[in-house]
């Protein structure tokens, strides 16, 4: 499980237990000030261990707090948040999960972690919902019907596959970090079965290394692209002997993890390089308020990385929430709000996510996936080391993941 930390969210800075009502003393829509008792959320990251952690989250899970907040908050009542560190410790996550029942959390909303079972059964038995993670990677997060995830994972990389078949990749590679080949490979090996082909060589190298110039010299044999999937730390490694290999081989990486971080020192090679992501960039319209948040609180947008699926992912969640609590009819509990989103059919964010409809369950895609309700990749590029969008169009790959040739 350790192994593949870090390729779904970038990594960030730690930071410590917190909770915030998100108060501000003016509001940015003319909308009253919110009253009244809060509408009390939780966010469950990790901010203090020896491995990689997610400021990112937390800092985005309070500035949404704020942000409804300066617009009304939600039927007229403040947001609060309670950010729960569970320090990579299954045992701590599941005291976060005891302490979102105890505190009367309406939702777990936007958050990553990798003890998602020592959280969902508990708050799910207090019909606490576990809403809008962008990575669920547990069976539970992709099985419970309290469970909401917003994010594609692992589509990002049958979308990646998708891409280089598209753009004219003859012979393509698959170089996938050892411990995530498991959740990543098979559909990527689906979808080359989709358009009749196969990988020539499938490569797993470790996530520890501090050298990948052998694995990079056997992933550009014989071939002109490789879909590469990696977290951010070991990318800047790979990149490394990527642009020292002088190869013209092209790659096709993921989201908040082939990045301008891991391509710096990289930039002739990584040039061109196409990222498959679930979100569209953090430059482009769907997140216009969430970067003119990030400004406007002086939030320091190089230390933290926000253009990544837990800063977005976080975003996107508290503002899906946000849609659907705004629409129950009656006081707002978790188990109105599971029930409310239980029969969502079109949660539309203009564009931060597609159109989800939480009622249509995948019962006949990937075993075991059922809860995974985005299945669409949207893509960017790399360009002289910074992200820039391709289009900010979503792509669905349901069917290539099964095997299915599109049509």
Known sequence: MAVVLGLVVSACGGSSDSSSSGDSPTTTSGASAPTGEPIKLMTVTTLNANGPTYENISITAELAAQYLNNNGGIQGRPVEV???????????????????????????????????????????????????????????????PHSFPMGNQPMYAVGAVKKAVEDGCVNINAVVAEGADAIFLPPMVNAMKAYGREFNDIITPSPVSQDYSADLARSITGVDCMVVVKSETPFLTWNTAYEQAQTTVKQYGNQGNLNAVSAKGAERATDGNIIGGMYPDLSTPPWDDYRATLEANNIDQVANDFNSLGGMGTWAAYMGFAQIAASIQGEITAASFFDAASKTTALDLDGMVPVLDFTKEWTDGLPGYNRLFNRSVVFSQLSNGQVVPLDNNFTDVSDLALGIAPK
């Open 82 to 144: 309670i950010v729960c560190d569970e320090q990579f410790d299954a045992a701590v996550a599941a005291g976060c999960a005891r302490k979102a029942v105890e505190e009367g959390v309406i939702s777990v909303v936007g958050s990553f972690t990798y003890f998602a079972e020592a959280i969902v059964p508990v708050i799910a038995a207090s019909d606490i919902t576990w809403f809008g993670a962008c990575c669920a990677i547990s069976p539970s997060e992709l099985g419970s």
